[in-house]
């Protein structure tokens, strides 16, 4: 947290509201949220003007004049937030930028797992916070031919594969929990078991629910530090059908299962065992059969 809805949703903000401003200066508050030499980016970044807004997975970035770009990956408990002059800074406020209309982004991160980076977009394939990330899921490019070809090599259960950037990026655990329960799949079915048929569900669901907590702006539950780039908390929480839900009654009407909660690969999965049910017991290679 946060995943793909969420940053797409704060660099929306930040877009909005930072495109054509000047940096005044920047004022690094901790010098180790800085992949790299700190001293390095604070000359590189102040005077520059913002040019425009980008994003990978769960890592977006800031273009400015000179071919560069201030790189963030916020990890579990970081924020980005546009704020005024006059407003309180929050505790663990790591970075202010001061902007020439008087604005101010900063950077907020109670566990400091987040990262901030001086990005040169000729050369984003050296950069950190983009090293070994896959395509978006919500690339046009994305197709279900390759995540299949991927996950051919990979016996590990399908949410696991989901949740594995490499392959695809955006897609952390509550929405690996969601798309799997609307695609009827149970989320230990290895991936090396996942028909061409069932894959193109899953990259269809993909896009579908992640474009709907868009909408929402996210999702910010009890214990999330996540919220907008304007200190907004999200809304797809309402929407959320199965993650957070164990105990509860399946929503889908007259199914009689009852969400459960499982740890998978150390993370908590919510799924349904009857609508879910199909894949669980797949052992062994992948059958030839499409379908």
């Given at each position: 947290m946060p995943e793909l809805p969420e940053v797409e949703t704060i660099r929306r903000d930040l877009h909005k509201h930072l495109v054509g401003d000047k940096i005044e200066k920047v004022t690094l508050r901790r010098a180790d949220i800085v992949c790299g030499d700190p001293q390095d980016f604070l000359a590189a970044v102040g005077g520059k003007r913002v040019l425009g807004t980008d994003r990978r997975g769960k890592a977006m970035w800031l273009s400015l004049e000179g071919d560069i770009a201030v790189g963030v990956h916020l990890r579990m408990t970081g924020r980005l937030l546009v704020v005024q002059n006059n407003d309180e800074l929050p505790p663990h406020t790591h970075m202010l930028a001061e902007f020439s209309s008087g604005r101010r982004l900063i950077y907020v991160d109670p566990r400091r797992f987040g990262r901030l980076e001086l990005l040169h977009l000729g050369r984003l394939d050296e950069s950190v916070i983009l090293r070994n990330i896959g395509l978006d899921a919500l690339s046009e490019a994305l197709s279900a031919e390759e995540l299949l070809a991927a996950a051919l090599a990979h016996s590990v259960g399908i949410k696991?594969?989901?949740?594995?950037?490499?392959?695809?990026?955006?897609?952390?655990?509550?929405?690996?929990?969601?798309?799997?329960?609307?695609?009827?799949?149970?989320?230990?079915?290895?991936?090396?078991?996942?028909?061409?048929?069932?894959?193109?569900?899953?990259?269809?669901?993909?896009?579908?629910?992640?474009?709907?907590?868009?909408?929402?702006?996210?999702?910010?539950?009890?214990?999330?530090?996540?919220?907008?780039?304007?200190?907004?908390?999200?809304?797809?929480?309402?929407?959320?059908?199965?993650?957070?839900?164990?105990?509860?009654?399946?929503?889908?009407?007259?199914?009689?299962g009852v969400i459960r909660r499982r740890k998978i690969a150390q993370r908590s999965t919510y799924f349904c065992p009857v609508c879910q049910a199909r894949g669980q017991r797949r052992r062994g290679k992948r059958q030839a059969r499409p379908e």
């Open positions: 696991q594969f989901l949740l594995d950037q490499s392959h695809l990026a955006g897609i952390g655990n509550i929405y690996a929990s969601e798309i799997l329960y609307r695609v009827g799949l149970h989320p230990a079915t290895p991936a090396n078991r996942v028909t061409a048929k069932e894959m193109q569900t899953i990259v269809d669901v993909t896009r579908e629910v992640l474009q709907e907590a868009i909408d929402a702006c996210g999702t910010t539950l009890g214990d999330s530090q996540y919220q907008t780039g304007l200190g907004q908390s999200g809304g797809y929480q309402r929407c959320l059908w199965v993650y957070g839900k164990a105990g509860q009654n399946c929503p889908v009407p007259g199914c009689v």
